[in-house]
T-cell receptor
Framework: ETGVTQTPRHLVMGMTNKKSLKCEQHLGHNAMYWYKQSAKKPLELMFVYSLEERVENNSVPSRFSPECPNSSHLFLHLHTLQPEDSALYLC????????????????FGEGSRLTVL | QQPVQSPQAVILREGEDAVINCSSSKALYSVHWYRQKHGEAPVFLMILLKGGEQKGHEKISASFNEKKQQSSLYLTASQLSYSGTYFCGTEIGGIQGGSEKLVFGKGTKLTVNP
């Protein structure tokens, strides 16, 4: 139990569907992140939010739309995805944005396994 | 900019030692190590800041050689619980310290057998 909860754990969707991934952290952290983890590839940073403000968008296609309504919740809205978007989507949080930390520790959720048919 | 990890995979018997390397083509400000067990969240192990320091976490320690732009993770007397995929994350140097961006390697899969 890392204090970061992701739902759903598994999601199968068609290319024309609209779905959302949810992340909730119970740690009182100010920064939240979305990462994509594909087989045989490194963890890819997608978005960074600090105090509910998006501070980084790592050239992610517009079919992925993040939302951070407050510092405890982070969503990833999915629309007209492609099969190559199938992956494990990991949410993480940290007390502050990475560089401000002494420890630099990210707390990850267990991920949402997405399959796009 | 992505760090290169080696080896890609290693299989050990319980009690054996292993070294996992992480190297970068850029000057590094910090190196972060994480372990991810199958079906679980990645878990933070340690961070090393430039200065060539070495850190330890039980029987897992790491070194950071900023001149060589590389870090090594040492697993001593491995236990079954050490099995998992180990990721290094690197932060390159910026004008005033770090770049504030962490880039991960592809990971090294470690299997410890009885």
């Amino acid at each position: 139990e890392t204090g970061v909860t992701q739902t759903p754990r598994h999601l199968v969707m068609g290319m024309t569907n609209k779905k959302s991934l949810k992340c909730e952290q119970h740690l009182g952290h100010n920064a939240m992140y979305w990462y994509k983890q594909s087989a045989k590839k490194p963890l890819e940073l997608m978005f960074v939010y600090s105090l509910e403000e998006r501070v980084e968008n790592n050239s992610v296609p517009s079919r992925f739309s993040p939302e951070c309504p407050n510092s405890s919740h982070l969503f990833l809205h999915l629309h007209t995805l492609q099969p190559e978007d199938s992956a494990l989507y990991l949410c993480a949080s940290s007390p502050e944005k990475l560089a401000a930390l002494n420890t630099g520790e990210l707390f990850f959720g267990e991920g949402s396994r997405l399959t796009v048919l | 900019q992505q760090p290169v990890q080696s080896p890609q995979a290693v299989i050990l018997r319980e009690g054996e030692d292993a070294v996992i390397n992480c190297s970068s083509s850029k000057a590094l400000y910090s190196v972060h190590w994480y372990r991810q067990k199958h079906g679980e969240a990645p878990v933070f192990l340690m961070i090393l800041l430039k200065g060539g320091e070495q850190k330890g976490h039980e029987k897992i320690s790491a070194s950071f050689n900023e001149k060589k732009q590389q870090s090594s993770l040492y697993l001593t007397a491995s236990q079954l619980s050490y099995s998992g995929t180990y990721f290094c994350g690197t932060e390159i140097g910026g004008i005033q310290g770090g770049s504030e961006k962490l880039v991960f390697g592809k990971g090294t899969k470690l299997t410890v057998n009885p």
